[in-house]
């Protein structure tokens, strides 16, 4: 497998964003973008995307990760992050993969919260098939999740010492040690994935099995190995997010269907 992949910036000014592509071996007509999960879970699966993405791209799909504004590598403030700013991020993502590769078909992966932000975006026909991994279903919950993880956290922190703060103070804004802006409070706690038909894309899902919050109408669940890197919603969290035998042979399975779903 080939690890390959050019970073490059979108856009330019106040709004460019990170991105890597993963070219394919040949020409292929249907590629994927990857939204991100938020938050703390970014910086902890970068290498687990990073190795997806090229597993991804091995099966002969491009595939493009990039930064969130406000988030990773890209331009901008933690506190500009919002379900506005990600379907902008989004559609210029979207752009980027088509006019480097010229495919004429688009598959979004969805990491965790992302999945939250999609419902708008992909009612107005960006994309052609969506792919849910693991997705965060029910925003408030999680939202409360978040907040009662980071006074636990905030808990257990080392006391302050002369010459500097190691505690903030509660009221920082942030959430898990990131900003969170209250527009992006409020748009979390609004958002609930129930139902996974969104304008003509179809929607799939990579999800453990025995989960009881999945969204109505996805077209295919794809069963996640029981031993694939957890997310959690406090410090359990997996430490190191690697691909293990049994979620590279998945994702050569979701490889496969997704260019077979394309060329049906």
Same mark, same amino acid.
């Given at each position: 497998?080939?690890?390959?992949?050019?970073?490059?910036?979108?856009?330019?000014?106040?709004? @460019? =964003?990170?991105?890597?592509?993963?070219?394919?071996?040949?020409?292929?007509?249907?590629?994927?973008?990857?939204?991100?999960?938020?938050?703390?879970?970014?910086?902890?699966?970068?290498?687990?995307?990073?190795?997806?993405?090229?597993?991804?791209?091995?099966?002969?799909?491009?595939?493009?990760?990039?930064?969130?504004? +406000?988030?990773?590598?890209?331009?901008?403030?933690?506190?500009?992050?919002?379900?506005?700013?990600?379907?902008?991020?989004?559609?210029?993502?979207?752009?980027?993969? %088509?006019?480097?590769?010229?495919?004429?078909?688009?598959?979004?992966?969805?990491?965790?919260?992302?999945? /939250?932000?999609? %419902?708008?975006?992909?009612?107005?026909?960006?994309?052609?098939?969506?792919?849910?991994?693991?997705?965060?279903?029910?925003?408030?919950?999680? /939202? @409360?999740?978040?907040?009662?993880?980071?006074?636990?956290?905030?808990?257990? @922190?080392?006391?302050? @010492?002369?010459?500097?703060?190691?505690?903030?103070?509660?009221? *920082?804004?942030?959430?898990?040690?990131?900003?969170?802006?209250?527009?992006?409070?409020?748009?979390?706690?609004?958002?609930?994935?129930?139902?996974?038909?969104?304008?003509?894309?179809?929607?799939?899902?990579?999800?453990?099995?025995?989960?009881?919050?999945?969204?109505? +109408?996805?077209?295919?669940? =794809?069963?996640?190995?029981?031993?694939?890197?957890?997310?959690?919603?406090?410090?359990?969290? *997996?430490?190191?997010?690697?691909? $293990?035998? $049994?979620?590279?042979?998945?994702?050569a399975r979701l490889g496969t269907a997704v260019l077979?779903?394309?060329?049906?």
């Amino acid at each position: 497998m080939s690890i390959d992949w050019e970073p490059f910036w979108i856009a330019s000014g106040p709004r @460019r =964003l990170y991105a890597a592509l993963h070219p394919a071996p040949g020409a292929s007509s249907v590629g994927i973008v990857m939204a991100p999960p938020l938050l703390h879970e970014l910086p902890r699966t970068r290498r687990f995307l990073t190795e997806i993405a090229a597993e991804l791209a091995a099966t002969g799909m491009p595939c493009l990760r990039f930064d969130y504004h +406000g988030t990773g590598d890209s331009s901008g403030e933690g506190e500009e992050l919002d379900f506005s700013s990600i379907n902008t991020d989004l559609t210029l993502a979207a752009s980027a993969l %088509h006019e480097r590769t010229g495919i004429s078909r688009l598959c979004v992966l969805a990491w965790r919260g992302s999945a /939250l932000a999609l %419902h708008g975006w992909a009612g107005r026909a960006h994309a052609d098939l969506i792919v849910l991994w693991e997705p965060v279903t029910d925003g408030d919950a999680w /939202l @409360r999740q978040l907040t009662e993880a980071d006074t636990r956290e905030r808990t257990v @922190r080392p006391p302050s @010492r002369p010459g500097g703060a190691r505690v903030a103070a509660a009221d *920082d804004g942030d959430l898990m040690g990131f900003p969170v802006s209250a527009r992006l409070r409020t748009d979390l706690a609004e958002a609930r994935v129930e139902s996974a038909r969104w304008g003509r894309a179809r929607s799939w899902a990579v999800m453990r099995a025995g989960i009881d919050e999945t969204p109505r +109408g996805l077209d295919r669940i =794809l069963p996640l190995p029981d031993n694939a890197p957890a997310f959690t919603i406090d410090a359990a969290m *997996d430490a190191t997010f690697f691909l $293990t035998p $049994t979620v590279r042979e998945l994702v050569a399975r979701l490889g496969t269907a997704v260019l077979t779903d394309a060329a049906a």
